[in-house]
């Protein structure tokens, strides 16, 4: 059993989003997204099911054309290969739940391209 925070140790970065793995088990990997307003996560897609809980703040999640605003404790599914986007419209923490079979480096990589 491991109790962790998904809001201690924030370090928000005004040039580049922040990640961190928070947690990972026998069937998920959580991982904290920190991101200032005005910071964007171009599109992109998972290549299994992912879940993405607005903890603070608020994004705009761009899905197939469609923007949705997500708001604190808003909290979206999302089947493998399904083109998405997020925009920050003020400083948020999102928690992200990938399948322990995807790779952290993959969300790296879509931040370092954004």
Known sequence: MEIKSFTEDLDFNDNRIVTKVVLES?????IRILLKKGQVMKEHKAPFPIIVHVLAGQINFGLEGNIHLLKKEDIITLE???????????????????SKLDKTERVEKVITES
């Open 26 to 30: 026998s069937f998920s990997k959580e």
């Open 80 to 98: 493998g290969h399904v083109p998405h986007d997020l925009t920050a419209l003020e400083d948020s923490i999102v928690r992200l739940t990938l």
